[in-house]
């Protein structure tokens, strides 16, 4: 397993609990490209809970890897929670699309923040504004 995920696989839970959070493709990049803040950012997020992902993020990690980030990739997502694409989500990403037409969102955007709505989790990512939607909980942490 590779040494940052064995790190974050390691992590046990403890102190104050927080709402589970669903995090976002660019911080799992990020942590895939060794950047310490991404690496400390989802340490943390472990101790208190096992993170949570979109099938949709697992989609746009392959899409996007280098060869030499295939076996870390894999062990990253094996350490989170995989939530599919419902008909629920599936109806309510294509209504945030709908309302936000102004917008230049992409629909793998809507697909994730419908999933956190749909969870009731918060949404880990640095992308702020591709997440415009009031009732979405967004939390971007620092200097990612």
Do not use: W
């Amino acid at each position: 397993m590779h040494s940052r995920v064995a790190s974050l696989h390691a992590r046990q839970v403890t102190g104050e609990r927080v709402s589970p959070a669903l995090v976002d493709t660019d911080i799992l990049i990020n942590f895939l490209r060794g950047r310490e803040s991404a690496r400390a950012f989802l340490a943390a997020l472990s101790d208190q809970e096992t993170p949570h992902v979109s099938v949709v993020s697992v989609a746009e990690l392959y899409a996007g890897m280098r060869p030499s980030e295939e076996v870390a990739t894999r062990d990253l997502i094996d350490c989170m929670v995989v939530l599919p694409i419902t008909s629920e989500i599936a109806e309510l990403a294509g209504r945030l699309k709908q309302e936000t037409k102004g917008y230049a969102l992409e629909l793998d955007d809507c697909f994730i923040a419908a999933t956190a709505l749909i969870h009731s989790l918060r949404l880990a990512t640095k992308n702020t504004r591709h997440y415009p939607f009031e009732d979405l909980d967004v939390t971007s942490p620092g200097n990612l």
